[in-house]
């Protein structure tokens, strides 16, 4: 749990694009898992997608969960269309998703995982999780984007060898 803190820092810390911060973050220990774990096994239900039962397996073998999402905010930049939009009116408008945070998300989860290794702990970026967190908002309702990362210290990591 204690690297687990660290990786919460490293995430909050990593550079956001033009200074704005809309990181969430929460830990889960093993026994606050279980509700997420069966989000993952209801939409492994609902769509046959294996990656979700497999997954849902997987968090039952370890001790915690770190959840990193993003919340939506168009940061104002002039001619980017990063997003698809001409620019963040129109993103806004469609209901868009703004390139940089989800891009500042991206850099705080490998912030966030480089700390697990050079603690040796084992780690696996999940979308699955990110799903299920953002269906039972435990990020909060304006948090549109997740991933889970899962940690271990075993004698096999548990996040490798997996089928589909």
């Avoid at 915690?64 to 620019?87: H, N, P, R, S, Y």
């Avoid at 850099?107 to 480089?114: D, F, K, R």
């Amino acid at each position: 749990m204690a690297v687990a803190r660290l990786m919460c820092m490293a995430a909050r810390t990593a550079p956001k694009g033009r200074g704005r911060d809309n990181l969430a973050t929460m830990l889960l220990s093993e026994q606050d898992m279980k509700p997420l774990i069966t989000e993952m096994e209801r939409l492994y239900t609902e769509t046959s997608a294996g990656v979700f039962k497999r997954d849902a397996e997987t968090l039952q073998q370890v001790p915690a969960i770190l959840l990193l999402g993003t919340k939506i905010e168009q940061l104002g930049l002039t001619g980017c269309g990063f997003c698809g939009f001409a620019d963040c009116d129109e993103n806004r408008a469609q209901n868009g998703i703004c390139a940089f945070n989800t891009g500042d998300l991206g850099i705080a989860l490998g912030s966030a995982v480089s700390v697990a290794a050079d603690h040796r702990v084992d780690t696996r970026i999940l979308f699955s999780a990110g799903r299920a967190a953002l269906n039972l908002k435990l990020l909060g309702p304006e948090v549109r984007v997740a991933y889970g990362i899962p940690l271990s210290v075993s004698a096999k990591n548990p996040f490798f060898d997996r089928k589909k």
